[in-house]
């Protein structure tokens, strides 16, 4: 009734997976995921340190410029150009971006034990809350 299988099924299983194409291990990916969150907070400190420069801002720039390195095999990151804009509501928006993706970056330092870049995350998490209360608390 039923016709026999005459060629090699098109779905590999683990057993006869191919190995012709590189694997990375789950660290990794971790790595590239951590470098990938620490430079987009990277841009995002540019952009607040064209908007409000600050010591505090610069030294964060340089710190996370070497995380990124560090993770990347010390390759110096990109960096955003620094442009000015000057509207208050931006600086908001850019404070609340950096927060939450400093939250990520912070998530994904823990899982991979990664205690430098944890703690700058933290840090970046801390003070951009910081920068984020006066202007929560006058809008409501």
């Known amino acids: 009734m039923y016709e026999p299988i005459r060629t090699k099924s098109v779905h590999s299983t683990m057993a006869d997976a191919p190995t012709d194409f590189p694997h990375r291990s789950r660290e990794e990916e971790l790595d590239i995921q951590l470098a990938g969150h620490l430079a987009a907070l990277l841009a995002v400190t540019d952009e607040l ?18 995380q990124v390195a560090r993770l990347r095999g010390g390759g110096a990151p990109a960096r955003a ?15 609340r971006r950096a927060h939450a993706v400093a939250g990520r970056a ?35």
């Open 81 to 95: 150009s620094l442009t000015s804009v000057t509207s208050e509501p931006h600086l908001t928006d850019l404070h």
């Open 49 to 66: 340190r064209a908007l409000a420069p600050s010591a505090d801002l610069d030294t964060a720039a340089e710190r996370l410029a070497e």
């Open 106 to 140: 912070l998530l994904v330092a823990a899982s991979r034990a990664d205690t430098a870049a944890a703690i700058l995350a933290a840090e970046r998490m801390d003070s951009h809350a910081a920068a984020l209360e006066p202007r929560e608390l006058a809008t409501h």
